[in-house]
Structures are given as structure tokens and as C-alpha cells.
């Protein structure tokens, strides 16, 4: 896709003056219902009435689909999606059954020249207020007097409102909120309100808002999350992710290596010296624990300090209380040895690539 395509399950993107409606795109995405046996079969738990196994095969489907909506309104020429529905239909016959998930909208280029007039900005020149703008108005003033009396909660129907603001006091808010809702690799990505991931997919991606959400690893930097939103929406920054290699946290640069792991929307020519940068900051930012001299009873024995905190003697490769080596990962870890290697292979595609076109 050549650009972000906005969307809004509304008729109108905030902050911007729609120039003209170019057409109806739509999308259409099946699985066999096999697909969702084999999440039920796979289930262990129930979350708040809903399975999460089934749920989080039927979001990837609709992620799908909304990356083909956009997709095809980037090839008519559009800037965004308007009045966005997205319907579940299960299809049977001759003895089968599937499931196709329908994303639908409107396609629509918006003014470049100027932006929609927002009435709290004050504008002396504006003459009238549309019942739509006024009805978000109203709702985003509500989410802001609750947010500041830290009583507003995330979820699919305070996402829904928000959906296109990109005020920096809802931002850091969604972002902060959102890195709180998934920590652990073992919980289900359907945890997130499905609206989440479209929240960044319909938002400008100013610098603001990409450094808010890079920022957010610094203080959450095990949330899965944050990952996800990382990767859905191409938030991939070499130079971002390098300094996040560089933090003295090892759960930070943990989650470097996570990013570094990640397809970019498009490798540049630039991109050769900033992943000869990274493959530099891996090697200078990994190294094994020092070791050092403690007593005991049984007298002077050196041990190496876990990422637990537990010491551990200097002859063992693996702490025994949290099974992590003396570099502070375990085997079910993303390694900065398997990094470097995917690091430097597409190094190496970039430089042939890039030495042909010359």
C-alpha cells in the first residue's frame, strides 16, 4: 500500500474537510469452519463469556479484511474510508460450512489545502456546527474530564468516539492504557478491544504519535501489545528501535530485538547504514552478566546476578530458580545471536539489490 488510508466508521474523518466520495470499495474473507473447531479444540479457558481462541481467529479475519478495504481504496486514488461495516456471515452448502467476514465503506479524498474547522479551536469564522461534529465534540470533552479524573476505561464502546482524534491527551492515554492490556506471550491478542488495532490504523502517524507509542516501551517494555500495534501499523523505526537498544533495561532492549524482527512497509537505500548501526548496538549491548566475589560459610565463591535477582554461581550457564542464561535470556527467548543473523541477511539482500540499480 502506497500511503495510510484513515478510517472511520463514521461519515466523516476528524480534523479534515472531505473533498469528494469516489465510490464503494469492498472485501470479502472466508475460512472453513474447520478453522474455528480447531481453536475451540484448542481451548483452555473462558474470558469474560467469550472464547478466546475463536475470537482471536475471527479479529485476524477481520484485520484481513480491513487491510483489503484499504488497499483498495489506495488503488482508486483515495485518501480514507468513511461509514466502514464490517458484517460476519456464516455460507453452507453441499455439506460445508464457512465463515466470510464483508468490510465495506466509502472511499473519499480529503482537502489538502486546509483542514475541517474544529469548533473548541475557537474559530471566529465558523458559522455552524453539524449534529455529528457536535455529538464528538461532546464525547471527546466527556473522555477528557474522565481521563483526568482517571475514571475513563478502555473498551470497544469509549474506543468507538475516539476513533479518529489524534489529541496527543487521548493518544498517550490509549497507548498507556493499551500497554497494560497484554503482557504475557501466553495470553490471547483478543484481550485488546478489537477496536484498538483500527484506532492507529485510522489515525495520522505523526511523530508525536509514533514517539509516544516508542516511549511507552520504556515504561511497559513487555507489553505485547504495544508489539502488535508496532507491526499492524509499520511503526518500524530503525533509529527509534537503536535507541531503545541502548537503555541500560534489559526488558527494553529485549524488546528491541522483538521489533528488529519486524518487516518495515519499505527498506530503503538509507537502511544499509542503520542495520550496520544495529547489528553494531547488538553486539555492544549484549554481554553476559559480571561476575563477582561473595562469602559464604564455605568461603569465597564468585556468582553472576539474574535478571530474577538471584545469584548464581559463576560455573552455571543457567539460572535454576528462572531457567535464564548469564546474557539474561531463556531458550524460549528471541536471541540477539537469531537477530543478528536475520539482521545481516537482509543486509546482504539490500547491498545486491542496491548495487545492481548503480
Not at 485518501?79 to 458484517?87: E, M, R
Request: with cysteine.
Amino acid at each position: 500500500m502506497k500511503r495510510t488510508i484513515q478510517i472511520s466508521t463514521t461519515n466523516e474523518i476528524y480534523g479534515e474537510q472531505i473533498d469528494s466520495h469516489i465510490g464503494i470499495v469492498s472485501s470479502h474473507v472466508v475460512a472453513g469452519a474447520n478453522v474455528f473447531r480447531d481453536a475451540l479444540a484448542s481451548l483452555s479457558d473462558i474470558f469474560g463469556g467469550q472464547v478466546t481462541g475463536y475470537q482471536s481467529k475471527l479479529e485476524d479475519i477481520k484485520y484481513s479484511a480491513l487491510e483489503e478495504l484499504k488497499f483498495k481504496a489506495d488503488l482508486e486514488g483515495g485518501d480514507a474510508l468513511v461509514g466502514v461495516t464490517i458484517d460476519v456471515d456464516e455460507v453452507s452448502g453441499g455439506g460445508k460450512s464457512m465463515f466470510m467476514v464483508t468490510a465495506m465503506g466509502t472511499v473519499v479524498s480529503l482537502n489538502k489545502s486546509s483542514k475541517a474547522e474544529i469548533p473548541h479551536k475557537g474559530n471566529a469564522s465558523l458559522n455552524s456546527v453539524s449534529a455529528n461534529e457536535m455529538k464528538t465534540q461532546l464525547l471527546l470533552m466527556q473522555a477528557k474530564q474522565k481521563i483526568g479524573h482517571k475514571s475513563y476505561y478502555l473498551n470497544n464502546d469509549t474506543l468507538l468516539p475516539i476513533l479518529n482524534c489524534n489529541h496527543p491527551e487521548i493518544v498517550s492515554f490509549v497507548i498507556e492504557q493499551l500497554a497494560t492490556f497484554y503482557k504475557d506471550e501466553s495470553q490471547n491478542s483478543s484481550y485488546i478491544p478489537e477496536l484498538a488495532i483500527e484506532y492507529f490504523s485510522s489515525i495520522e502517524k505523526s511523530p508525536f504519535v509514533v514517539d509516544a507509542i516508542y516511549n511507552a516501551f520504556l515504561d511497559y517494555p513487555e507489553s505485547q501489545s504495544l508489539l502488535i500495534i508496532a507491526k499492524n501499523n509499520f511503526l518500524i523505526d530503525y533509529i527509534r528501535i537503536e535507541k531503545l537498544l541502548s537503555n541500560d533495561n534489559i526488558f527494553v532492549r529485549k524488546s528491541a530485538l522483538k521489533l528488529i524482527m519486524m518487516d518495515k512497509l519499505k527498506y530503503e537505500k538509507e537502511d544499509i547504514k542503520s542495520i550496520t548501526t544495529l547489528l553494531n548496538s547488538i553486539e555492544k549491548n549484549f554481554k553476559p552478566f559480571p561476575t563477582y566475589s561473595v562469602k559464604s560459610i564455605m568461603g569465597e565463591k564468585y556468582v553472576w546476578k539474574c535478571i530474577c535477582g538471584k545469584e548464581v554461581k559463576a560455573e552455571r550457564d543457567y539460572c535454576e530458580h528462572c531457567l535464564s542464561n548469564s546474557y539474561g535470556f531463556s531458550k524460549k527467548d528471541l536471541t540477539p545471536e537469531q537477530v543478528r543473523i536475520n539482521l545481516s541477511n537482509r543486509l546482504l539482500v539490500l547491498q545486491t539489490m542496491f548495487q545492481h540499480q548503480n
